[in-house]
C-alpha cells in the first residue's frame, strides 16, 4: 500500500511551484533569501488593507479624493503605497450614474501595490472573458445586483496601467472613523465585483 503519494501531503500544485523554486534556485536565477522576503512582504503588509486605506481617506477627505481621481499613483503614494505593480495606478469612482468593475483580459494585471495579489478567480479564463461579454452576469454571480439604469464600465488592466475602484460610500456611515469606514471596504469592492460591507 505504501508508495510515494505517502510521504508527501503537498498539492499537485505545490509540488509544481516547489520544482520550479528548486530549479530556479539551483540555476541561479532566484536568490532563496529574496524570494522569502517578497513572500513574507505579499503575506503580511501588502494586501486589500492598503487599498481600503486608500478609499476611507477618500471618502473623508474631498482634497485627497480630488488628487487620486487627478494622479492616482501620486495620491496613493501620499500614503505610503507604491511599488511593484503599482506603478501607473488609475482610480475609478463609483456613482449612482456608473458603476466600474476591473479585469485583465490578457492574464493577471492587478494593482499589487493597493490589493496585494490578484486572487485565483481574476486570473481565470471565465472572469476574463464574461467580465468583458457580460459584465452584469459577473455582478450577479458575485450576488451584487445593481439599479437597471447604472452603467457598467469595465476597464482592462495592462502592463501600464493598473485600476482601483472607488465604491460608493455606504449610507448610514455618517461620521464614521476612517479606521471604520476602512475595515469595511472589501477587496472585492476595489475590483468592482462586490460592493463595501457595513
Ligand atoms: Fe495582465
Redesign the pocket.
Known amino acids: 500500500m505504501s508508495g510515494h503519494d505517502d510521504h508527501s501531503h503537498l498539492s499537485e500544485m505545490d509540488v509544481r511551484v516547489r520544482a520550479l523554486q528548486s530549479l530556479l534556485v539551483a540555476k541561479g536565477y532566484v536568490d532563496p533569501a529574496a524570494m522569502d522576503e517578497l513572500v513574507t512582504l505579499y503575506e503580511h503588509e501588502v494586501g486589500p488593507q492598503n487599498g481600503a486605506r486608500v478609499v476611507a481617506r477618500a471618502w473623508c477627505d474631498p482634497d485627497y479624493a480630488a488628487r487620486l481621481f487627478e494622479d492616482g499613483t501620486a495620491a496613493i503614494a501620499e500614503l505610503g503605497f507604491g511599488g511593484r505593480q503599482g506603478e501607473h495606478m488609475v482610480a475609478v469612482a463609483n456613482t449612482p450614474e456608473v458603476h466600474n468593475m476591473v479585469v485583465?483580459?490578457?492574464?493577471?494585471?492587478?494593482p499589487w501595490a493597493v490589493l496585494g495579489l490578484p486572487p485565483v478567480w481574476y486570473k481565470s479564463a471565465p472572469y476574463r472573458a464574461k467580465a468583458v461579454a457580460d459584465p452584469r452576469g459577473v455582478l450577479a454571480d458575485f450576488g451584487v445586483a445593481l439599479p437597471q439604469d447604472t452603467r457598467v464600465d469595465v476597464w482592462d488592466?495592462?502592463?501600464e496601467i493598473r485600476y482601483l475602484v472607488v465604491p460608493m460610500r455606504p449610507e448610514g456611515t455618517k461620521g464614521w472613523s476612517e479606521d471604520a469606514l476602512a475595515a469595511i471596504v472589501t477587496r472585492d469592492s476595489m475590483i468592482g465585483t462586490g460592493l463595501p460591507q457595513p
Open positions: 485583465c483580459t490578457l492574464c493577471s494585471c492587478y488592466s495592462t502592463a
